[in-house]
Each structure stands twice: as structure tokens, then as C-alpha cells.
């Protein structure tokens, strides 16, 4: 989730996996894959920037090892080692 400013200053916070596109002209239009439409005062780059660092905080603790003998990809929760979650 992100947070983001309408144009009547009022906080909003966007799940940023709905996000299909974001558009400046001179607003900045965020079109969700609802097709919902939301204006914003901040800047396309800023929305792209905000969505990034919001990946990467939630695959910060994640650590990707490979399983060669089943042949799948195992995700590692490394924030809790005593009780490691695996992900198949």
C-alpha cells in the first residue's frame, strides 16, 4: 500500500497492485484495473518512486533458495530463523 495526496490535500492510500498505469498531464491520473481514475498531486515519478520502495520494504525480509530436488523455488522467511515458513 502506498499513500498518496488528492488534489483537496486529503491522504489516500492505494493498494499499488491495482495500479494498471500512472499518467502526467499536467495532473497525475492513476488508473486502477478496476478502471477507476484518481487524480493526485504528487508527481508520476514520485508514484513510481513510492511503489518501489514499498516492494522492496515487503521483499526485504525474503530470501530465494533453490530446491533442486523437487525442482521448485522456496521462499524463506529469513525475519523469524526459528520458524522458518516455506512457500512452494
Not at 489516500?12 to 497492485?17: R, T, Y
Request: glycine share 4%.
Amino acid at each position: 500500500m502506498i499513500q498518496l495526496t488528492r488534489l483537496n490535500n486529503t491522504p489516500l492510500v492505494v493498494n499499488s497492485d491495482l495500479i494498471k498505469f500512472v499518467e502526467q498531464s499536467p495532473d497525475t491520473f492513476v488508473t486502477l484495473i478496476t478502471g477507476e481514475k484518481i487524480v493526485v498531486l504528487e508527481k508520476s515519478s514520485e508514484v513510481l518512486a513510492r511503489i518501489i520502495e514499498f516492494r522492496r520494504s515487503v521483499l526485504a525480509g525474503l530470501c530465494q533458495c533453490w530446491d533442486g530436488s523437487s525442482h521448485r523455488a522456496l521462499v524463506v522467511r529469513s525475519s523469524t530463523p526459528s520458524s522458518d515458513e516455506t512457500v512452494r
